[in-house]
């Protein structure tokens, strides 16, 4: 099983395209002084769209990606995209990272430098890794299987990708958001090749399950989710339970499109309110961008819907592969400031084998792209004890 080499080229009937839909734009109306109570500032929004119309600069934030290397293989008949970066040092540790929603591969992009060159940046190079990122299935360059369910199987992909494809038996795997839960499920079903995890947040799918003698903390934390779900939670419900009628809004419209990104990386960040405090234009556009001109919107709601869909043998088989799954992986936790939710020690314990745990001074819920500095210091210092 092997993999091609592959460059991001956009057409330019597709720039030329994005161009006319931003000239045309029908603008809503917006109540006097809601800043971003409503959702997306309209103020913002309009800012930002005149500078992608006028300023930004697709093709040069194309050549800086081209600068990885990329490529792509065929894994269970779906092309899976990623960017493969070798340290110089022989004795580098392997390392997939794996993102969520609504972000993608770009998300650990400042990562990369501090993971393959330590020694640039106050490491050594005792602490190199060799940096894995692929696209989720259904993002960026990413296919999806036609199968329903098919988030369920993305660990067994990537375990294909490392072992088979790229010839690491060994390897260690850090993700978040629905990055956490594919990396769990390395862990639980390829603990023979997986050595740690590290994971920005516990994930979600354990709030399903409650246990009958929570503690006091573990209480205070249900009741935060719970709030969590009542105020900011509804774009899930709606992306897992009418996908399509959503997607054929914002694969139609890239201010609209623009509108729902945008709200989550201001909601999600430690941005003080003001977005550009943790991500500039450049960053939000491309990531945009890219779900624009791949086209992925629909398929990028897929882990929501599976979720959501997930028949009652679905549910059974994982529940059995959580028992003969293994729990030894040694497994640390780094939960950024502004974190969505900071679950007590004690409720991750329950389904992991917690050998660290830290919670960071400043940044959000796109840790890595906001802080890729504090990220890698725990990443080198969790992962030292498993080299």
């Given at each position: ?127 190199s890794f060799d ?105 899930a419900m709606i ?61 990028s709601f897929t ?85």
């Amino acid at each position: 099983m092997s993999a091609k080499q592959f460059q991001i080229n956009i057409p330019e009937s597709s720039m030329s395209d994005l161009q006319r839909r931003l000239k045309r734009t029908r603008w809503p109306d917006e109540l006097n002084n809601t800043d971003w109570e409503y959702g997306t500032n309209l103020s913002y929004l309009k800012e930002l769209t005149d500078y992608w119309q006028h300023e930004y600069d697709w093709r040069a934030q194309e050549r800086k990606l081209n600068e990885w290397p990329h490529y792509k293989a065929i894994i269970d008949e779906q092309e899976i995209h990623f960017i493969h970066i070798k340290s110089k040092s022989p004795n580098a540790l392997p390392i997939i990272l794996t993102h969520g929603w609504p972000d993608s591969f770009l998300r650990f992009e400042k990562l990369i430098p501090f993971l393959t060159t330590p020694e640039a940046f106050g490491g050594t190079t005792s602490d190199s890794f060799d940096v894995v990122i692929p696209s989720l299935p259904g993002f960026a360059f990413s296919t999806l299987a036609d199968s329903p369910g098919s988030f369920f199987n993305i660990h067994n992909l990537w375990a294909t990708l490392m072992s088979d494809v790229l010839g690491y038996d060994k390897f260690v795997a850090h993700g978040g958001d629905w990055g956490s839960t594919i990396t769990e499920h390395l862990a639980r079903s390829h603990s023979n090749h997986v050595l740690g995890i590290h994971l920005t947040d516990v994930p979600f799918l354990h709030t399903f399950q409650k246990p009958n003698d929570p503690s006091e903390s573990e209480k205070k934390y249900f009741e935060e989710i719970e709030q969590y779900q009542m105020k900011e939670n509804a774009y899930a419900m709606i992306q897992g339970t009418r996908p399509h009628t959503l997607a054929a809004g914002l694969s139609d419209s890239p201010v609209g499109l623009a509108a729902w990104i945008l709200e989550k990386f201001y909601t999600m960040s430690d941005c003080d309110g003001d977005v550009e405090n943790s991500f500039t234009k450049d960053e939000l556009l491309t990531n945009i961008s890219l779900y624009w001109y791949t086209q992925t919107v629909p398929s990028s709601f897929t882990p929501y819907y599976d979720i959501l869909h997930a028949n009652a043998f679905t549910w059974i088989g994982e529940k059995v592969k959580d028992w003969t799954g293994s729990s030894s992986v040694p497994a640390g936790f780094a939960f950024f400031a502004k974190e969505n939710s900071h679950p007590p020690r004690e409720w991750a314990a329950r389904f992991f084998n917690v050998q660290r745990w830290t919670t960071l001074p400043k940044g959000g819920h796109f840790g890595a792209l906001e802080e890729p500095k504090l990220l890698a210091n725990e990443l080198r210092e969790f992962f030292r004890r498993v080299r």
